[in-house]
């Protein structure tokens, strides 16, 4: 798997926004198609070749040549990026605590039942998984 510097931070929201669009429609757009998919943010053109032009400098797009246009597409997964945002979210939102997310969810009834079943069996088998070791 390839890395760049980029991958260790918080892509801005207008830059996530193509992003989305890119692994959403799992094939390479135009920018027309890009334009459509993100109609309700009334983006100008110059707009997003401008934030094209960011992520493919930051290794997150490719283009490649179509006619007189490009085709863009993701080179760096929602996989890949996710492990980015869920951190961020984490340190900015929880103190950088999962025990406090979980409270916040907790606190807001945001868990059911099976949820607290389906957390208690991943954290069951992650922490098999690191040996049993006890970590803090």
Aim: proline share 2%; aromatic share 6%; charged share 30%.
């Amino acid at each position: 798997m390839r890395r760049t510097a980029m991958h260790e931070k918080r892509l801005p929201d207008a830059e996530l926004e193509v992003m989305k669009a890119l692994w959403d429609a799992g094939q390479p757009l135009t920018r027309t198609q890009l334009e459509t998919r993100l109609a309700g943010h009334n983006w100008a053109s110059t707009t997003l070749l401008a934030l094209l032009a960011r992520l493919e400098a930051k290794g997150c797009v490719s283009r490649s040549r179509q006619g007189r246009g490009y085709l863009y597409s993701a080179a760096l997964s929602r996989r890949e990026y996710l492990p980015v945002e869920s951190r961020s979210a984490l340190s900015r939102l929880f103190e950088g605590s999962a025990k406090n997310l979980i409270a916040a969810m907790a606190e807001s009834d945001a868990l059911s039942d099976r949820d607290i079943d389906e957390l208690e069996a991943y954290l069951a088998r992650l922490k098999a998984g690191r040996g049993g070791a006890h970590q803090d």
